[in-house]
């Protein structure tokens, strides 16, 4: 089974994730979504915990409205995040069209490590998706 600890400290005023930070819990993170089969759980003040049994990949994802303002600006997803299993945890931008775009993987050292991407938001499309 695949341990990931997920800590993302943003909660600067121009964040657009909710809850970026996982302080608000009722079942899960609020304002996040799971995809696939996993336990989650709280870690600490700001963390979460995806458990998946071997071979699955589930993961945590927001979908984002980016309004006018926003499009073709720059954005970056960054996540501190601790893995015992060698590729078992990225982080991904999607615009739910085809382009995703991937961090590194984390080595699976049981370490914490930033994993991050930069994108440009898309002209044309008003709402991407953020996956942990």
Sequence with gaps: MAVMC????????????????????????????????????????????????????????????LGRGNRGRPLTLAAWVKSDSPGGAVIEYSDRKGNDVKSGAHPGDGEWHLLKVIVRAPETLDTVEFRI
């Excluded at 994730?17 to 079942?27: I, V």
Aim: glycine residues 12%.
């Design 6 to 65: 997920l800590l993302c400290g943003c909660a600067r005023r121009d964040n657009f994730l909710e809850n970026a930070n996982f302080q608000k819990w009722k079942n899960m993170p609020e304002g996040w979504s799971l995809e696939g089969e996993a336990t989650v759980k709280k870690a600490g003040a700001n963390g979460v915990e995806l458990y998946s049994k071997a071979g699955g990949t589930p993961f945590l994802y927001q979908r984002i409205k």
